[in-house]
């Protein structure tokens, strides 16, 4: 059920009355007080119901001026005296506003593959950076966690086959139960879940302390001052102002993004009153943004283009052609594993095929598999008893147990096996000794540094790298001679 806003509740209020006086209105032959009457309280409504900014980009985006000015033109119109020439004026621009044929065209001219893999990177970015998403969005998500629910329990069987790109077998049993716990709420969220506006403007209010009433301020100077000064002005203030102050930086496609991202959701325990208490909320980010993994950099210099000193794309713009090159990409990859021998169905970057599906079947007697049984169940939910993800030719994903890496090296296979480690920031304290056994002769470790997180001095970004280089070097790597980014730090092993 979708939870409405006391704006939107009186905006859906309005718009029904504007249709009712509408309808009226041409019932009475036309009768313009009426016609006004509705005219002025549908556009109202339609204002409270979306909001005054995405009634503004509906309107008088550059491809739909002209169904604009016949549409506004018509209720004009109709407030001067002249109700029937402004209907018809309306009834047209109405038309042009919510016609397809261009996306019909766009449609009937792409590859399937090209408009599923236009879709999944607008529902990977939702699911990405925004705090709420669309229902549409939300049903996508809690198929993919279903199947990926389903891709852990069938390790839990000896006679189950794994995916071949995820594998899960290494991890204990209790972390497999706990991610399978993870995904099932993301399946299942809670009857009455939390308002997550309200737990992101605690997390802002907690952060700024005495600073909200002024967090505009804030806002602008972390990216003016910081951001900027950090080579990502492609980052646009409408947009990042927005993130800050909501949780939701890509509005792909119009529409309500009320729904809860289950995903970005996760449970912590506090310490109140002497009692351990389990709080689930949002503990990411809040300051840097999700712009700055994909929307920042870009081999197409066409999108960092200025104007006025300004630029034309935004960190939006950028992520979209980003991420859809890679999941085309993906789909490439995935397509030339078919044997052109024997007739397979084509693979998306959305859907897998049929040799990769397993057609292993979840019985309702077998616990290891199943976490709840049915006598029966409904079509719809034994589509989820298949693994439908996709399957790439030598990429294999291996999870391994948070404190793995001190007893890797205690393992043969593991020696000397790792040609390429990478290390967040927040995991530098994790490396040590034991790194070196476990890496190749030569192997590249990259480390990220602390360039974008906003709420550290110059002073400290520079120790930070001071001190991920002492600590690579007493791990047994050195820096190589050639690296000039301040965003990561790279080394390669020393030789023995």
């Given at each position: 059920?979708?939870?409405?806003?006391?704006?939107?509740?009186?905006?859906?209020?309005?718009?029904?009355?504007?249709?009712?006086?509408?309808?009226?209105?041409?019932?009475?032959?036309?009768?313009?007080?009426?016609?006004?009457?509705?005219?002025?309280?549908?556009?109202?409504?339609?204002?409270?119901?979306?909001?005054?900014?995405?009634?503004?980009?509906?309107?008088?985006?550059?491809?739909?001026?002209?169904?604009?000015?016949?549409?506004?033109?018509?209720?004009?119109?109709?407030?001067?005296?002249?109700?029937i020439v402004g209907v018809v004026l309306e009834v047209y621009g109405f038309f042009l506003l919510f016609r397809t044929p261009q996306r019909c065209f766009t449609l009937s001219i792409s590859k399937m593959n090209q408009i599923q893999c236009q879709e999944k990177t607008e529902v990977f970015l939702e699911v990405f950076g925004n705090s709420e998403i669309r229902k549409e969005t939300e049903e996508t998500l809690k198929h993919a966690a279903a199947q990926l629910s389903l891709s852990i329990t069938n390790t839990l069987s000896s006679d189950s086959h794994t995916h071949p790109c995820l594998d899960t077998s290494l991890l204990k049993f209790k972390e497999r139960d706990e991610l399978v716990r993870i995904f099932k709420q993301w399946e299942r969220p809670p009857s009455v879940p939390a308002s997550v506006r309200k737990v992101w403007d605690a997390r802002v209010r907690q952060h700024l302390g005495t600073r909200y009433d002024s967090r505009q301020?804030?806002?602008?100077?972390?990216?003016?001052?910081?951001?900027?000064?950090?080579?990502?002005?492609?980052?646009?203030?409408?947009?990042?102002?927005?993130?800050?102050?909501?949780?939701?930086?890509?509005?792909?496609?119009?529409?309500?993004?009320?729904?809860?991202?289950?995903?970005?959701?996760?449970?912590?325990?506090?310490?109140?009153?002497g009692d351990r208490v389990a709080v689930r909320g949002y503990w990411g980010?809040?300051?840097?943004?999700?712009?700055?993994?994909?929307?920042?950099?870009?081999?197409?210099?066409?999108?960092?283009?200025?104007?006025?000193?300004?630029?034309?794309?935004?960190?939006?713009?950028?992520?979209?052609?980003?991420?859809?090159?890679?999941?085309?990409?993906?789909?490439?990859?995935?397509?030339?594993?078919?044997?052109?021998?024997e007739p397979k169905?084509?693979?998306?970057?959305?859907?897998?095929?049929?040799?990769?599906?397993?057609?292993?079947?979840?019985?309702?007697?077998?616990?290891?598999?199943?976490?709840?049984?049915?006598?029966?169940?409904?079509?719809?939910?034994?589509?989820?008893?298949?693994?439908?993800?996709?399957?790439?030719?030598?990429?294999?994903?291996?999870?391994?147990?948070?404190?793995?890496?001190?007893?890797?090296?205690?393992?043969s296979k593991y020696r000397n096996l790792f040609n390429t480690i990478f290390c967040s920031a927040s995991m530098v304290h994790q490396l040590d000794l034991s790194l070196r056994e476990i890496a190749a002769p030569d192997t590249t470790l990259v480390v990220e540094l602390a360039k974008y997180l906003l709420d550290l001095s110059k002073e400290q970004v520079s120790g930070f790298a001071d001190r991920v280089k002492e600590i690579a070097e007493e791990s047994g790597f050195t820096a190589t001679h050639n690296q000039s980014s301040d965003i990561y730090a790279v080394f390669t092993r020393k030789k023995d």
């Open positions: 059920m979708i939870s409405l806003t006391d704006s939107q509740k009186i905006g859906m209020g309005l718009t029904g009355f504007g249709v009712f006086f509408l309808f009226f209105g041409m019932i009475l032959f036309f009768d313009k007080a009426l016609l006004a009457i509705g005219n002025i309280l549908f556009v109202a409504g339609l204002s409270f119901v979306i909001g005054l900014e995405r009634t503004f980009r509906f309107f008088f985006q550059r491809h739909k001026m002209k169904a604009t000015g016949f549409f506004l033109g018509g209720v004009f119109v109709v407030l001067i005296g002249w109700p301020g804030c806002f602008d100077w972390d990216l003016t001052m910081k951001l900027h000064q950090s080579s990502c002005g492609v980052i646009s203030k409408h947009q990042y102002v927005k993130w800050r102050e909501s949780g939701v930086a890509f509005e792909m496609r119009e529409g309500l993004y009320q729904t809860a991202n289950q995903s970005l959701l996760s449970t912590r325990v506090f310490s109140h009153r980010d809040i300051v840097s943004s999700p712009y700055l993994s994909f929307g920042i950099e870009t081999e197409n210099k066409d999108l960092l283009k200025k104007h006025n000193n300004q630029h034309v794309k935004t960190a939006q713009d950028i992520s979209e052609v980003n991420i859809l090159a890679l999941f085309e990409c993906l789909s490439t990859r995935g397509s030339s594993l078919l044997n052109e021998d169905p084509s693979t998306s970057c959305c859907q897998s095929t049929d040799n990769f599906l397993t057609d292993e079947k979840i019985q309702n007697d077998s616990p290891a598999s199943q976490t709840h049984t049915e006598p029966e169940q409904h079509p719809a939910e034994q589509q989820t008893h298949k693994l439908d993800l996709m399957n790439l030719s030598g990429v294999k994903v291996s999870f391994l147990s948070p404190d793995s890496l001190s007893k890797l090296p205690l393992k």
